[in-house]
């Protein structure tokens, strides 16, 4: 029971709006889909729908791709939102602490985010030309002309990681740096008085107090990485071969170039209990180490 | 001693990255006004010393000769503006709706809604052979009214509040958006099966956009009106004023800076989006990123054409991304952490 019984119908006037466009947009086509995974139909040629159980579910998770697509898609997410988070948190502090032009980086240290993942991949792809491109020049000062960037199947990895780098560092510098900015100053002026070393007022006070946010910007660039998908449409295609192939890449080839809509009405519910899944484990993870913190 | 080496570090590192951070921007400006042979020939950077610039790759892109850009730049501007401005306003009212008022959902009332659209739509679309948008505009006619009858019910059972309402809106971003983006399209292909144009349309792109700002707008916008006094409120509510007029000409006008930090946030998102616009629009209503994408098949080494064409889809974000800066200076982006 509510404490204050308010005549207050009008709620549900200000929230149904939105509950309900939520409710016909996003989830009820997931109920179609839903039944359509267990099906097999094709568009084209069109195969009248034909219910087969978990055939279409147990044919991908035996299919060499979808477990190809799964490594590729977490190797980058891994490795890039690792890299943007210690970077990240670098360049916040030194914002934070004021180096001197702290203004000017400010809007600039923003700027990648906010611009299309598309565009910055074409912009990529000219920085990455193997033979025209100015990343080839800079290798070339060490004698390593003409490297394959895009080609090779290590190398491509690595430009997606840099390009997502580029691209979501600005993210976590701008949660930590308003986290930063939470902080309480005095603890930090006692600390100094007491002439605590910078190191040791990082591994013993930011750090910790900051942990809750840290799980939280890592959670979302994780959940956000995963759904990857037009940064390697333009700068790979997930080629070469399928060695760059992400999950919602991969969904997109069944659904759209072999038009097999169980089969991937299948493969994205399998990719959303991968999310859920992993989601799950992070935060029981992370909990486990904020409690061992305080 | 080592607060001057540390200082010294984080100034190396900021510089460092932004060299890192500006020089692909600086690239792609300079590379849009470059002539064929200053690309042919290798890298160059400085226009004037290494090439001679010219307007010609704008001048391209605008007549025509090379595609239509004028047609996706009027879609992207025409689809992403009206629906930030439907996300943040419906977003807005369901967050002032969180702050104010106390929800309480029972989960039973939510499982057996569930159950019912799932099973109801089975029986409807296998069993009885109902279209599909008929099936589910039928289940929903049912299964919405029965859960809010049980709602109201005295049912066992854990009741949700309204921190799990907002993780309820905000939970769709985290969804993969292939997954709602591919039932979106399966059911957008039905509609048009049955008469009704969604898939490539103006109000399908625009619906779909709107949910997908929503959850963002919810948000950002509920730590807004947390921080907006509540005294003038009440004041206005002893008066006997009507809460939708408090919204409307108190709450909203009060609120204006977050709003547009929100739209702007959400205009971001929606501009850049490529995968929804990718599956549900084939030709009339091309978004940017879809024709940015094609760009690069279509003329792979024209690189002063794909240029113009970068530079013109990202200006308006750098204009958006330098508007946030200042007010992320001013400490106001901070709320939104919690």
């Not at chain 2, 900021?14 to 690239?27: H, K, S």
């Not at chain 2, 004037?48 to 610039?53: A, G, S, T």
């Given at each position: 029971m509510s404490q204050t019984p308010q005549p207050d119908r009008v709620k549900y006037a200000f929230i149904f709006p939105a509950f309900l466009l939520v409710l016909t947009i996003t989830l009820f086509p997931l109920i179609y889909a839903l039944v359509v995974s267990f099906q097999?139909i094709?568009?084209?040629?069109?195969?009248?729908p034909?219910f087969v159980g978990f055939?279409n579910y147990?044919?991908?998770?035996?299919?060499?791709?979808?477990?190809?697509?799964?490594?590729?898609?977490?190797?980058?997410?891994?490795?890039?939102?690792?890299?943007?988070?210690?970077?990240?948190?670098?360049?916040?502090?030194?914002?934070?602490?004021?180096?001197?032009?702290?203004?000017?980086?400010?809007?600039?240290?923003?700027?990648?985010?906010?611009?299309?993942?598309?565009?910055?991949?074409?912009?990529?792809?000219?920085?990455?030309?193997?033979?025209?491109?100015?990343?080839?020049?800079?290798?070339?000062?060490?004698?390593?002309?003409?490297?394959?960037?895009?080609?090779?199947?290590?190398?491509?990895?690595?430009?997606?990681?840099?390009?997502?780098?580029?691209?979501?560092?600005?993210?976590?510098?701008?949660?930590?740096?308003?986290?930063?900015?939470?902080?309480?100053?005095?603890?930090?002026?006692?600390?100094?008085?007491?002439?605590?070393?910078?190191?040791?007022?990082?591994?013993?006070?930011?750090?910790?107090?900051?942990?809750?946010?840290?799980?939280?910007?890592?959670?979302?660039?994780?959940i956000?990485?995963?759904?990857?998908?037009?940064?390697?449409?333009?700068?790979?295609?997930?080629?070469?071969?399928?060695?760059?192939?992400?999950?919602?890449?991969?969904?997109?080839?069944?659904?759209?170039?072999?038009?097999?809509i169980g089969?991937?009405s299948a493969l994205s519910f399998l990719f959303l209990i991968v999310v859920i899944l992993f989601g799950t484990?992070?935060l029981a993870?992370?909990?486990?180490?904020?409690?061992?913190?305080? | 001693?080592?607060?001057?080496?540390?200082?010294?570090?984080?100034?190396?590192?900021?510089?460092?990255?932004?060299?890192?951070?500006?020089?692909?921007?600086?690239?792609?400006?300079?590379?849009?006004?470059?002539?064929?042979?200053?690309?042919?020939?290798?890298?160059?950077?400085?226009?004037?010393?290494?090439?001679?610039?010219?307007?010609?790759?704008?001048?391209?892109?605008?007549?025509?000769?090379?595609?239509?850009?004028?047609?996706?730049?009027?879609?992207?501007?025409?689809?992403?503006?009206?629906?930030?401005?439907?996300a943040?306003?419906l977003g807005?009212m369901a967050a002032y709706a969180l702050v104010r008022f106390e929800f309480r959902i029972r989960l039973l009332a939510g499982l057996v809604f569930g159950v019912l659209s799932i099973g109801g739509f089975a029986l409807l679309n296998q069993g009885a052979g109902l279209s599909v948008p008929q099936s589910l505009g039928l289940v929903m006619l049912i299964a919405l009214p029965a859960a809010i009858w049980l709602n109201g019910r005295n049912l066992p059972g854990p009741v949700l509040g309204n921190d799990d309402v907002t993780f309820w809106f905000v939970s769709q971003r985290m969804f993969p958006p292939i997954v709602s983006a591919f039932a979106l399209f399966l059911l957008y292909?039905e509609m048009?099966?049955a008469?009704?144009?969604l898939?490539?349309?103006?109000?399908?792109?625009?619906a779909a956009?709107t949910a997908f700002?929503l959850p963002?707008a919810v948000w950002?916008?509920r730590?807004?009106?947390?921080?907006?006094?509540?005294?003038?409120?009440?004041?206005?509510?002893?008066?006997?004023?009507?809460?939708?007029?408090?919204?409307?000409?108190?709450?909203?006008?009060?609120?204006?800076?977050?709003?547009?930090?929100?739209?702007?946030?959400?205009?971001?998102?929606?501009?850049?989006?490529?995968?929804?616009?990718?599956?549900?629009?084939?030709?009339?209503?091309?978004?940017?990123?879809?024709?940015?994408?094609?760009?690069?098949?279509?003329?792979?080494?024209?690189?002063?054409?794909?240029?113009?064409?970068?530079?013109?889809?990202?200006?308006?974000?750098?204009?958006?991304?330098?508007?946030?800066?200042?007010?992320?200076?001013?400490?106001?982006?901070?709320?939104?952490?919690?």
């Amino acid at each position: 029971m509510s404490q204050t019984p308010q005549p207050d119908r009008v709620k549900y006037a200000f929230i149904f709006p939105a509950f309900l466009l939520v409710l016909t947009i996003t989830l009820f086509p997931l109920i179609y889909a839903l039944v359509v995974s267990f099906q097999t139909i094709r568009i084209v040629p069109p195969v009248p729908p034909k219910f087969v159980g978990f055939d279409n579910y147990a044919e991908i998770l035996a299919s060499a791709r979808f477990w190809g697509s799964i490594q590729v898609t977490a190797v980058i997410v891994f490795v890039s939102v690792a890299l943007q988070y210690v970077l990240g948190f670098a360049l916040a502090l030194t914002l934070h602490h004021n180096v001197p032009g702290a203004s000017l980086y400010r809007v600039s240290f923003l700027l990648p985010m906010f611009l299309a993942p598309v565009s910055v991949a074409l912009i990529a792809r000219m920085l990455f030309h193997p033979v025209l491109g100015p990343v080839n020049e800079f290798f070339t000062l060490f004698g390593l002309e003409n490297l394959p960037f895009l080609t090779s199947p290590s190398f491509a990895i690595a430009t997606l990681i840099t390009v997502e780098i580029w691209q979501w560092t600005p993210f976590v510098v701008l949660l930590m740096l308003a986290g930063l900015q939470g902080l309480p100053s005095e603890v930090f002026e006692a600390a100094r008085v007491d002439n605590i070393s910078a190191w040791r007022r990082f591994r013993d006070l930011t750090f910790p107090m900051l942990l809750p946010l840290s799980v939280a910007v890592v959670f979302i660039r994780v959940i956000e990485g995963f759904k990857i998908i037009d940064t390697v449409f333009v700068l790979t295609g997930g080629g070469p071969g399928t060695s760059t192939e992400t999950l919602t890449l991969f969904a997109y080839n069944e659904g759209f170039k072999k038009f097999n809509i169980g089969m991937t009405s299948a493969l994205s519910f399998l990719f959303l209990i991968v999310v859920i899944l992993f989601g799950t484990l992070y935060l029981a993870a992370a909990q486990r180490m904020i409690r061992r913190y305080q | 001693m080592d607060r001057t080496t540390f200082r010294r570090l984080g100034l190396g590192l900021a510089l460092i990255w932004l060299a890192f951070c500006l020089f692909p921007l600086w690239w792609v400006l300079v590379t849009a006004f470059k002539p064929p042979a200053a690309v042919s020939g290798g890298a160059t950077y400085i226009p004037f010393v290494d090439f001679q610039p010219t307007w010609q790759a704008f001048r391209d892109a605008f007549s025509g000769v090379r595609g239509d850009f004028a047609g996706p730049i009027f879609s992207s501007l025409a689809v992403s503006l009206v629906s930030t401005a439907l996300a943040v306003f419906l977003g807005a009212m369901a967050a002032y709706a969180l702050v104010r008022f106390e929800f309480r959902i029972r989960l039973l009332a939510g499982l057996v809604f569930g159950v019912l659209s799932i099973g109801g739509f089975a029986l409807l679309n296998q069993g009885a052979g109902l279209s599909v948008p008929q099936s589910l505009g039928l289940v929903m006619l049912i299964a919405l009214p029965a859960a809010i009858w049980l709602n109201g019910r005295n049912l066992p059972g854990p009741v949700l509040g309204n921190d799990d309402v907002t993780f309820w809106f905000v939970s769709q971003r985290m969804f993969p958006p292939i997954v709602s983006a591919f039932a979106l399209f399966l059911l957008y292909a039905e509609m048009n099966k049955a008469g009704v144009r969604l898939l490539d349309s103006f109000p399908g792109l625009v619906a779909a956009y709107t949910a997908f700002g929503l959850p963002f707008a919810v948000w950002l916008m509920r730590d807004f009106f947390a921080n907006v006094p509540v005294e003038v409120e009440e004041a206005a509510m002893v008066d006997n004023i009507g809460r939708m007029r408090i919204f409307f000409q108190i709450v909203l006008p009060m609120s204006k800076p977050g709003l547009v930090a929100t739209s702007m946030i959400v205009l971001a998102f929606i501009w850049n989006e490529f995968l929804f616009a990718l599956l549900l629009t084939s030709s009339k209503w091309q978004t940017l990123p879809i024709l940015m994408a094609g760009q690069n098949s279509s003329r792979g080494d024209e690189w002063w054409a794909i240029s113009a064409a970068a530079l013109i889809s990202i200006i308006p974000m750098i204009a958006v991304a330098i508007f946030l800066g200042r007010m992320m200076r001013s400490g106001f982006l901070a709320g939104s952490i919690k």
